[in-house]
């Protein structure tokens, strides 16, 4: 499984960005998609993810700005951001995972800024 990932860029504070992710290979349709940016530990932390069924789940800083998706059949994975703050400026990763197996994507960086 590959990952490309794109869509990031500068943005002002209040403004929005879409990211996508798009995955090569099979089991898309199993597979959870995840979004994740880097902690000041250097860690990477949950963003945003969403399961094949379409449940979804939300870091509490980004919920109700923030809102995942996907779509099987371009077997791509989005993050829209909204209401964009300084605070959310950071590289975004895309994580597939099923089971035990999961893949990284490079990272797009987000920058909010004025």
């Known amino acids: 499984v590959k990952l490309v990932e794109s869509g990031g860029g500068l943005v002002q504070p209040g403004g929005s960005l879409r990211l996508s992710c798009a995955a090569s290979?099979?089991?898309?349709?199993?597979?959870?998609m995840s979004w994740y940016r880097q902690t000041l530990g250097n860690l990477r932390e949950l963003v945003a993810s969403?399961?094949?069924?379409?449940?979804?789940n939300y870091a509490p800083s980004v919920k109700g700005r923030f809102t995942v998706s996907r779509d099987g059949a371009k077997k791509t994975a989005y993050l829209q951001m909204n209401s964009l703050e300084p605070e959310d400026t950071n590289i975004y990763y895309c994580n597939w995972r099923w089971g035990t197996t999961e893949y990284w994507g490079q990272g797009t960086q987000v920058t909010v800024s004025s």
């Open positions: 969403i399961n094949g069924d379409g449940r979804t």
């Open positions: 290979g099979s089991l898309f349709s199993l597979a959870v």
